[in-house]
T-cell receptor, first 118, second 110 residues
Framework: GAVVSQHPSWVICKSGTSVKIECRSL??????MFWYRQFPKQSLMLMAT?????????EQGVEKDKFLINHASLTLSTLTVTSAHPEDSSFYIC??????????????FGPGTRLTVT | GEDVEQSLFLSVREGDSSVINCTYT??????LYWYKQEPGAGLQLLTY?????DMKQDQRLTVLLNKKDKHLSLRIADTQTGDSAIYFC??????????FGTGTRLKVLA
């Protein structure tokens, strides 16, 4: 199947700094990517839908100025956590849609990025 | 919006069958999915079922779908210690958006 990578796999940063997480579709083009957040022992919560060449669509309750998403190419979406605070510490997972024909699709998930804010 | 519920824990002995259950509220999902997540790792797609099917079998995995009751289950035959993980069911809401269940932590005892 198709592969989605994330970089870095883990990052520790100081409170108040910004952190950028990359999500890449390695062997297919993805016009749509998704960013999820997972707290320990909890489910995945969709944060936003990243659309190539246009603004991201954020889910209710997600601060768009804090979680900046850029989808500048068909294989790369980035999530920047700005002015990070300890409560932003979480596991961030991205996914990318591979489209088949006119209506078929399959969503592939990245391995996740663990962010720890000290 | 879609609400997907799962029981939190399941413990079975090695060699027994495991059954993980999932209930959902929105019946508009075209596909329903089962994912496995090992500690500190991302999601691995195990299997999926088309919404007009009742059952799908894939080696040790059997998915049952009861659309009337909005109930989905995953049966793992001959459960092994390597099957210990968190299992998520997921449906879709609207176009492409996945809604995940709360996750079931499966522990396999040797």
């Amino acid at each position: 199947g198709a592969v989605v990578s994330q970089h870095p796999s883990w990052v520790i940063c100081k409170s108040g700094t910004s952190v950028k997480i990359e999500c890449r579709s390695l062997d297919f083009q993805a016009t749509t990517m998704f960013w999820y957040r997972q707290f320990p022992k909890q489910s995945l919560m969709l944060m936003a839908t990243s659309n190539e060449g246009s603004k991201a669509t954020y889910e209710q309750g997600v601060e768009k100025d804090k979680f900046l998403i850029n989808h500048a190419s068909l294989t790369l979406s980035t999530l920047t956590v700005t002015s990070a605070h300890p409560e932003d510490s979480s596991f961030y997972i991205c996914s990318a849609n591979q489209i088949y024909g006119t209506t078929g699709y399959e969503q592939y998930f990245g391995p996740g990025t663990r962010l720890t804010v000290t | 919006g879609e609400d997907v519920e799962q029981s939190l824990f399941l413990s079975v002995r090695e060699g027994d069958s495991s059954v993980i259950n999932c209930t959902y509220t929105d019946s508009s999902s075209t596909y329903l999915y089962w994912y496995k997540q090992e500690p500190g790792a991302g999601l691995q797609l195990l299997t999926y079922i088309f919404s007009n099917m009742d059952m799908k079998q894939d080696q040790r995995l059997t998915v049952l779908l009861n659309k009337k009751d909005k109930h989905l289950s995953l049966r793992i035959a001959d459960t092994q210690t390597g099957d210990s993980a968190i299992y998520f069911c997921a449906g879709t809401s609207g176009t492409y958006k996945y809604i995940f269940g709360t996750g079931t932590r499966l522990k396999v005892l040797a």
